[in-house]
């Protein structure tokens, strides 16, 4: 079993959103103890915006790649390359704005890529990645689920799902900017569902 990591986070250390990530992560490697881990941090990794260099890149031919293209596109390549060879992905999800880190929607610009992550059929588009599993540590200063100010939870079902990662569970911690009992809360609640999660 290969396990992603994906931190999100542009607070590094001080995320909460990283450390639930990383006590979901400890807890599941401590159950399947055989299973191998793979972080992709977007502090170190950062992940650049889809612009018309990239594009242009993406729809040259191989052989007729600038040296740039060529580095631009075996980047996109090892992003995909690390999600296709996942078993389980792992993702810390902070809200920013009332939506997800604007470089996780980059990171889905450069591995939705027609005929390797996903096809165009005549009844719409299939996607690809198959028999995964993705755990969100969705972590939020206000309280957002099931509220039509929550953006992330239907975007990701709808992106994973448009890659053929159908199987996405959401683990929530909210209100963490307002007062320290709801925030304390919020902390609870979500590590007791890290841990019903992982033990089930």
Do not use: C, W
């Not at 909460?16 to 979901?24: A, D, K, P």
């Not at 729809?59 to 296709?84: H, Y």
């Not at 911690?173 to 841990?195: F, V």
């Amino acid at each position: 079993m290969k396990i992603l990591q994906i931190k999100t986070s542009i607070l590094s250390q001080y995320s909460t959103s990283n450390q639930l990530s990383n006590e979901f992560v400890d807890q599941y490697m401590t159950k399947h103890s055989a299973a191998k881990l793979e972080i992709l941090d977007f502090e170190t990794t950062a992940i650049p915006h889809l612009d018309s260099k990239l594009l242009s890149a993406l729809s040259t031919d191989q052989s007729e790649r600038s040296n740039e293209q060529v580095k631009q596109v075996a980047f996109a390549d090892s992003l995909i390359e690390q999600l296709q060879d996942s078993d389980v992905i792992v993702l810390g999800l902070p809200m920013y704005n009332f939506n997800v880190p604007s470089m996780l929607s980059s990171y889905f610009d450069h591995v939705a890529r027609a005929g390797v992550t996903f096809n165009y059929t005549a009844t719409g588009p299939v996607g690809l990645l198959k028999n995964k599993k993705v755990y969100v540590m969705a972590t939020r200063g206000g309280i957002h689920r099931d509220l039509p100010s929550d953006t992330q939870t239907g975007y990701l079902t709808q992106i994973f799902g448009f890659l053929g990662i159908t199987d996405v569970e959401f683990i929530y911690a909210e209100g963490l900017n307002m007062d320290d009992s709801i925030k304390e809360q919020g902390l609870k609640q979500a590590r007791a569902a890290i841990t019903t999660t992982v033990a089930g």
